[in-house]
């Protein structure tokens, strides 16, 4: 989930549309279709050794032949842009219009992606892969149909990007404990490495210029200076935390939201102390039932949960209000896919970013042979019903 404006940006099924939900007036909200029909440019990407091999050169192609889906969504407000990979390993670059969106283009990456970020300029953005590869995609009006660019890889899954607030730097974190800190826009040029958590590095968020915070599977949060790679300050968890959000409300003081493996939502108050430690206060914490999705608008968190109704999957939002120290979650009332005409109730879900059980180095802490085998009855299950239908 990302917002725009008044707006709250997600896919109730991350196949067919995008909803622009608007928390300020309902009847304001929209939502458009994804364009599965616009042609796709093929163009060979930019690579840092050059791809002679025919048969790697055929993956670019987009699959047509799959049950297509969104893997990640990415805005820039400044330029009215929305960007969204998909599975068949296409990045749709679009413009938004008043209650419309305009497909500009369709360009084809080589390997699935993991996440996808605008520059700050908008001008700009970032792919990253699972293989550990980022790509660099033009999107200004003369441009945003060009291939994409190879700028720097790791060597495990990238799992989450961000650019630094004075678009100096990008930090990239892996599957292998590493935070790297690249320069911007010589990409050739490391600046520092972030090194000491024990596990997969799960989400980044720059505090300023010269901090960053980091989540990871071992249960940890850290505080880094970016400047000389130091560890500043770590926090360990009795649960594991997946996914951070982030809203500063001064220079030393804001709300982080974090997100669990177990579906939770955990809410703090944090302060940085000197630029080299920090304060957190748990404001509040809310258990959903599955897997859940975050977004800050207007300086207000919200959270994105499905539940089930009578038997029928239905989209809910919280939003988080916070007084006197207290984290509150209130529903909003409205059933949301009314308002946004959507009749597909059965279908809607929410992607996980990704599969936690596989990113732990240490097997012992997930039964992967359980959660292979569920995952393998459930596509036997759905394949048996999409039979039935035909």
């Not at 505090?207 to 790679?229: A, E, Q």
């Amino acid at each position: 989930m990302e917002s725009y404006k008044e707006y709250l940006v997600f896919s109730p099924d991350y196949q067919t549309k995008i909803a622009f939900l608007s928390v300020e007036n309902v009847q304001k909200s929209f939502t458009i279709d994804i364009d599965w029909d616009f042609p796709v440019n093929n163009e060979k990407m930019k690579m840092f050794l050059d791809i002679a091999n025919d048969e790697e050169n055929k993956q670019i192609q987009s699959k047509e032949d799959i049950e297509k889906s969104i893997n990640n969504i990415a805005i820039n407000e400044s330029n009215n842009l929305i960007a969204f990979t998909s599975n068949d390993k296409s990045l749709f670059l679009c413009k938004i219009e008043e209650s419309s969106v305009k497909t500009l283009s369709r360009r084809c990456f080589l390997r699935t992606s993991s996440c996808i970020r605008f520059s700050n300029c908008g001008k700009k953005l970032y792919l990253a892969d699972k293989t550990g590869d980022v790509f660099e995609y033009m999107t200004d009006e003369n441009n945003f149909n060009t291939a994409g660019k190879w700028v720097f890889g790791h060597i495990s899954q990238i799992l989450d990007l961000k650019v630094s607030i004075d678009s100096k730097y990008i930090f990239t974190s892996d599957r292998d404990e590493k935070i790297r800190v690249t320069n911007s826009p010589n990409y050739h040029e490391i600046e520092m490495f972030c090194l000491g958590h024990k596990e997969f590095v799960s989400s980044l968020t720059p505090l300023n210029n010269s901090t960053i915070i980091s989540i990871s599977g071992d249960g940890t949060l850290r505080l880094w200076n970016l400047l000389s790679g130091n560890q500043l300050y770590f926090t360990k968890f009795s649960f594991t935390p997946i996914l951070l959000k982030h809203y500063p409300q001064t220079s030393s003081e804001g709300i982080l939201c974090i997100s669990t493996s177990d579906f939770s939502i955990k809410v703090y108050e944090y302060q940085l102390i000197d630029n080299n430690a920090l304060k957190l206060h748990l404001l509040g914490e809310k258990q959903y039932s599955s897997d859940v999705e975050m977004a800050i608008l207007k300086g207000n968190f919200y959270i994105e949960h499905i539940e089930e109704v009578d038997g029928v999957k239905k989209v809910f939002i919280d939003k988080i209000q916070i007084e006197n120290k207290v984290a509150a979650f209130e529903a909003l009332k409205e059933d949301i896919l009314t308002i946004l005409n959507y009749t597909s109730n059965s279908s809607v879900k929410i992607v996980k970013p990704f599969d936690v059980s596989l990113l732990f180095k240490n097997t012992g802490k997930f039964d992967n042979l359980k959660q292979y085998i569920d995952r393998k009855k459930a596509r036997i299950e759905n394949q048996a019903m999409k039979k039935k239908k035909e």
